[in-house]
């Protein structure tokens, strides 16, 4: 199944991947929903996000997740940029 996804919602994933969020895009009706990754925000309130984790753990299968990269990967996508 192939999804398109419009600049503007790329645009905004990076923004939230940026700011400690794990992003998750619904595959058909292309709504974006995020919380905070556990890992990068040790200690956030997930009683805050319940209703937004709680749709998409229900609904998991309808969605793509996107998480940022580990600082290793963005080592190597630096320094890829240098070799060119």
């Given at each position: 199944?192939?999804?398109?996804?419009?600049?503007?919602?790329?645009?905004?994933?990076?923004?939230m991947?940026?700011?400690?969020?794990?992003?998750?895009?619904?595959?058909?009706n292309?709504?974006?929903?995020?919380?905070?990754?556990?890992?990068r925000n040790p200690?956030?309130?997930d009683?805050?996000?319940?209703?937004?984790?709680d749709?998409?753990?229900?609904?998991?299968?309808?969605?793509?997740?996107?998480?940022?990269?580990?600082?290793?990967?963005?080592?190597?996508?630096?320094?890829?940029?240098i070799?060119?």
């Amino acid at each position: 199944m192939s999804v398109e996804i419009t600049p503007e919602i790329i645009k905004e994933i990076a923004e939230m991947l940026d700011a400690g969020m794990v992003c998750f895009y619904h595959k058909t009706n292309h709504e974006l929903e995020y919380y905070p990754d556990q890992f990068r925000n040790p200690g956030f309130n997930d009683e805050m996000w319940a209703e937004i984790i709680d749709k998409v753990e229900e609904n998991y299968g309808d969605y793509m997740r996107f998480e940022s990269m580990h600082s290793s990967e963005a080592f190597r996508v630096m320094e890829y940029f240098i070799v060119i």
